[in-house]
């Protein structure tokens, strides 16, 4: 079972950025879905962006403060989180949806569309 790695996760004061990373040794994200989740322990996880070729989508939540992004080579995720505010606090996650070319609608996107995971960031932002 390939298992993605997330990196660049930490602790910000409000108003602060980050950089998430997302890559696996022969892992390409160019012809499928991917995206980034995030979950607060009790709570669902949640889509925040997700990209493929055609296609950027973000959640109202994370709308013009996070970028999702893939190298040129097709094999790194990004997700540039800006203006973060206490209740992004959460675990982050990167996924990629192997059957999927293109992504669903954040609004019709479930978990089990991704079959591809890692094992999360966590990001803590302080007031």
């Known amino acids: 079972q390939v298992r993605l790695t997330e990196s660049g996760g930490g602790s910000v004061q409000s108003g602060g950025s980050l950089r998430l990373s997302c890559a696996a040794p022969?892992?390409?994200?160019?012809?499928?879905?991917a995206g980034w989740f995030r979950q607060i322990p009790g709570k669902a996880r949640e889509a925040l962006a997700t990209v493929d070729g055609r296609a950027i989508m973000y959640a109202d939540s994370v709308q013009g403060r996070f970028t999702i992004a893939k190298d040129n080579t097709q094999t790194t995720l990004y997700l540039q989180m800006n203006d973060l505010k206490p209740e992004d606090s959460a675990m982050y996650y990167c996924a990629r949806a192997s059957h999927f070319t293109y992504c669903p609608a954040l609004h019709t996107m479930v978990e089990g569309q991704f079959n591809v995971w890692g094992e999360g960031t966590q990001v803590i932002v302080s007031s």
């Open positions: 022969g892992v390409s994200f160019g012809a499928y879905c």
